[in-house]
């Protein structure tokens, strides 16, 4: 906000349900949710490319045949993306979804 | 392209592969899908259909378009050619670009598409200054696009010497200009709903190649990964330990490192602010389809991108490093030449066919965006303020596709012989700095503003492409080997790298989003809270979103 002295404006039906109680919980919900989960695997694909470019030795070695610790690492990554996928599709559809279209139905029944 | 290449070319093109084999399977794709496209264009009315396919597809349709959109020449192609080459450093980009989705899925792709209706530009105005952020939105957008425009159709040039026997430059650039041409009339008569269903049929055709050809070469090696690596070892003879190993491509010296750094963060970031992608998420009727579109996204392009693990490997062990270097169209050639080795003419065709349908489909997916951008935010909204009449809207629309095509098939023509991947991995360096940013704090920051939103776009777009042109991708990068140049421009007496970094994205994507924090600072703009109110209610609960048209 300005510092300008402003008429007060009548509050919108979006302004109040920005407010209410159940909205300001699905926004912690979701970030709650979404922000630690971003946080997890942009630090764990950090680890895999500091290591793959700063790590050769430790990355090199054999675990069985030619399958190197850097593979397993590799292949780490797409196992954590499918799970982090499936993970946050189960929450949003189980937790999410049905809080979220309740919300929506009241609102769109304020706002039209 | 110089007379020596040239023969070069006619002498290895014409031993492999069966032109007219490679051409009817081509043809026959064409055909199939111009069926398709005519039929979908029957429905073809408001702009919400030629724009968005009349938001009518289901999450998995539109996640298979995805991953068609996705799976780009230079994706397929590309990541083939570096593992085959570059062994386990060539795997970063299948990592980057799959990681990569998690920050769509998380962040941005259903919030978008309860807040915005075409365009990038739409979420980015919908609480700032409409005019000049619509107008860097869109900049933004088209910078991006013809980056990646370049690549596709320099790669479709590139890939008709090998493919189609075609080996003189006046060739390649009729190749060129009928790809551009078929994609015009794609685009056309069938907009986003066409354009889908292209993309839907390509992915499908590329997933199964890739997967009979995985299968193929895993059979030959008694489905033992080991065993694979150690063919590839084997075949590259001294020194082929390397190929298993981090360090092949970028472990030499500290700023070959540090850029790797730079590309493992111009991957992992770029995704979710490709135009062309974030345009596919209003193709569906709500948040939840969005949300399973990506989730569909993820699974193919992560199995996709592990099939390529396997042929990247299996290139080097059945055709090995050198001869594919050697190769017309180099290192993109290693899956067309693995084809070849294992199922003959027949798998070399198909797979040739698949790699046209997908630069064709991925241009078409480009220009629609691009026509989606010029039409809908510069002329409508910026030019027009808004007032426009539906129609004339999509008439716009329809003429920016016919210019796009056109300045495609030139700068193809000119592109032809450049670094596809490295004008891939420039646009999503572009899209990281200049849209990313924008789109993270427009969704989720209160005090955000239309300062911070044009300080954070033109300051990502300008130190993207000014380190590129200062850095030794542009000039002064010299083989020490042959002294010949491996920059853009080929006189090796022209030099004025200022910077070593190949990949802008270490410095200007870190730079955008600090400076979309010090021009919301500067700006004495008045905040909005009733618009911030809306856009926060909206983008979380899907009040008041784009419904889907009805037919």
Same mark, same amino acid.
């Given at each position: 906000m300005t510092d300008d002295v402003e008429v007060p404006v009548a509050e919108t039906a979006y302004q109040r349900a920005q407010r209410s109680d159940d909205f300001q919980d699905l926004r912690r919900r979701f970030r709650r949710f979404v922000f630690p989960m971003t946080a997890i695997f942009l630090v764990w694909y950090a680890v895999y490319v500091l290591l793959a470019d700063y790590a050769h030795d430790f990355m090199s070695q054999r675990v069985s045949g030619n399958i190197t610790v850097g593979l397993l690492f590799g292949l780490g990554q797409f196992v954590s993306t499918f799970a982090i996928t499936m993970i946050y599709a189960r929450w949003a559809n189980r937790r999410f979804d049905p809080e979220a279209e309740r919300l929506r139905d009241v609102i769109e029944g304020e706002t039209r | 392209m110089s007379a020596a290449t040239g023969a070069v070319m006619a002498a290895e093109s014409s031993d492999i592969g069966n032109p007219a084999v490679n051409i009817s399977i081509f043809a026959a794709f064409v055909a199939v899908t111009l069926i398709v496209v005519l039929r979908a264009s029957r429905q073809n009315k408001s702009a919400a259909d030629y724009y968005a396919g009349g938001r009518n597809f289901t999450g998995p349709q539109n996640g298979t378009a995805i991953a068609g959109d996705y799976l780009s020449a230079a994706s397929f192609l590309g990541i083939c050619g570096a593992i085959a080459v570059n062994g386990y450093d060539g795997f970063l980009y299948s990592i980057g670009f799959l990681v990569a989705w998690l920050v769509a899925l998380l962040l941005v792709a259903e919030l978008l598409r309860n807040t915005g209706r075409f365009t990038m530009a739409d979420v980015l105005s919908f609480r700032l200054k409409q005019r000049p952020v619509r107008m860097a939105a869109a900049l933004a957008t088209l910078c991006v696009v013809f980056f990646y425009l370049l690549a596709q159709m320099a790669g479709a040039g590139g890939l008709v010497a090998l493919l189609l026997g075609i080996d003189t430059s006046g060739g390649q650039s009729l190749v060129v200009a009928v790809v551009g041409v078929l994609m015009i009339v794609y685009v056309l008569v069938g907009g986003m709903k066409g354009t889908t269903w292209v993309q839907i049929i390509k992915a499908m055709l590329l997933i199964a190649g890739a997967a009979v050809m995985t299968a193929w070469v895993l059979a030959k090696f008694g489905f033992s990964i080991s065993d694979l690596f150690q063919g590839a070892i084997d075949k590259a003879g001294e020194g082929g330990e390397a190929l298993i190993e981090p360090g092949l491509a970028y472990g030499a010296t500290s700023m070959s490192k540090l850029n790797f750094l730079s590309l493992a963060l111009a991957l992992v970031l770029g995704t979710a602010g490709l135009p062309h992608v974030l345009m596919r998420f209003y193709t569906v009727p709500n948040a939840k389809e969005a949300r399973r579109s990506v989730v569909w996204a993820i699974w193919l392009i992560g199995i996709f991108y592990l099939f390529t693990l396997v042929l990247g490997y299996g290139a080097a062990a059945l055709v090995g490093p050198d001869e594919i270097k050697a190769a017309p169209g180099g290192v993109n050639s290693a899956a067309p030449l693995l084809a070849y080795a294992l199922g003959g003419e027949i798998l070399l065709g198909f797979i040739s066919a698949v790699a046209f349908a997908t630069i064709l489909a991925v241009v078409a997916g480009l220009t629609i965006t691009a026509a989606a951008s010029f039409a809908h935010d510069i002329y409508a909204n910026v030019i027009k303020k808004g007032e426009v009449a539906p129609d004339g809207e999509v008439r716009v629309a329809r003429i920016t596709v016919v210019v796009i095509g056109i300045l495609a098939i030139v700068g193809g023509i000119f592109a032809q012989g450049q670094n596809v991947a490295f004008l891939v991995a420039l646009a999503f360096a572009v899209a990281a700095s200049a849209n990313l940013p924008t789109i993270l704090y427009s969704l989720f920051w209160k005090r955000f503003n239309t300062s911070g939103a044009l300080w954070s776009i033109y300051g990502g777009l300008v130190s993207c492409i000014g380190l590129i042109a200062v #850095? %030794? !991708? !542009? #000039? &002064?990068? @010299? +083989? %020490?080997?042959? &002294?010949? #140049?491996? #920059?853009?421009?080929?006189? @090796? +007496? @022209?030099d004025f790298h200022?910077?070593?970094?190949?990949?802008p994205g270490l410095i200007s994507i870190p730079l955008a989003f600090v400076l979309g924090i010090v021009g919301t600072y500067l700006s004495k703009e008045k905040a909005h809270p009733e618009l911030f109110a809306e856009m926060e209610v909206r983008s979380l609960t899907g009040a008041g979103a784009e419904k889907a048209t009805e037919h």
């Open positions: - | #850095s %030794p !991708v !542009v #000039s &002064g990068k @010299v +083989d %020490p080997a042959t &002294g010949e #140049s491996l #920059s853009m421009i080929k006189n @090796v +007496d @022209v200022l910077i070593s970094l190949e990949n």
